[in-house]
T-cell receptor, first 114, second 117 residues
């Protein structure tokens, strides 16, 4: 079975540009999560969805960040405009319904804002 | 709010030996889940093992086992017969089971494990 698929794997762009990160969760998983990993702050939850509906976006740093899940098999995380401090590894994860089900992570997108 | 503490930034183990990684957490809840994830240099986040707080029996997955001490709020990971492929960053994570707490995974800061040949 395919795991969580993220694209691109690496992204390098200049400050001020729009960045779009993509995620395809595991088929049948009802929950989708976006995390950010930095050396300073470790792994932080940005937002998560249940059945395509955003449930908790309290981790989204500011209005420059937005996330959508138009259907059960696709989600995007957008940063506009991007800033150097947004440089990080962004992970998408998904999990099925059910008590104690673990989250399964994608390979992450390494984002560098110059 | 829950916190997860991994007090060992780095650990080293000889190949084929056993190593234990420490994790403590702080919570006022009685029902929750605990996880260990492995992050090798390839940067994938791989689930190693999970524990449900209401189960007293310690979880085991092949060479990986945990020592779950609920009263002490401790959740250590033991790796037996260490292999070179075990070299990675290991993260301990907490998740509440309560409906009102959402689905947030709270991670520790990680322990980098080196395996000496």
């Amino acid at each position: 079975d395919a795991g969580v698929i993220q694209s691109p794997r690496h992204e390098v762009t200049e400050m001020g540009q729009e960045v779009t990160l993509r995620c395809k969760p595991i088929s049948g998983h009802d929950y989708l999560f976006w995390y950010r990993q930095t050396m300073m702050r470790g792994l932080e939850l940005l937002i998560y969805f249940n059945n395509n509906v955003p449930i908790d976006d309290s981790g989204m740093p500011e209005d420059r960040f937005s996330a959508k899940m138009p259907n059960a098999s696709f989600s995007t995380l957008k940063i506009q405009p991007s800033e150097p401090r947004d440089s990080a590894v962004y992970f998408c994860a998904s999990r099925p319904q059910g008590r104690g089900q673990p989250q399964h992570f994608g390979d992450g997108t390494r984002l560098s804002i110059l | 709010a829950q916190t997860v503490t991994q007090s060992q930034p780095e650990m080293s183990v000889q190949e084929a030996e056993t190593v234990t990684l420490s994790c403590t957490y702080d919570t006022s809840e009685s029902d929750y889940y605990l996880f260990w994830y492995k992050q090798p240099p390839s940067r994938q986040m791989i689930l190693v093992i999970r524990q449900e707080a209401y189960k007293q029996q310690n979880a085991t997955e092949n060479r990986f086992s945990v020592n779950f001490q609920k009263a002490a709020k401790s959740f250590s990971l033991k790796i037996s017969d260490s292999q070179l492929g075990d070299a990675a960053m290991y993260f301990c994570a907490y998740r509440s089971a309560g409906e009102s707490s959402g689905d947030k995974l709270t991670f520790g800061t990680g322990t980098r494990l080196a395996v000496r040949p």
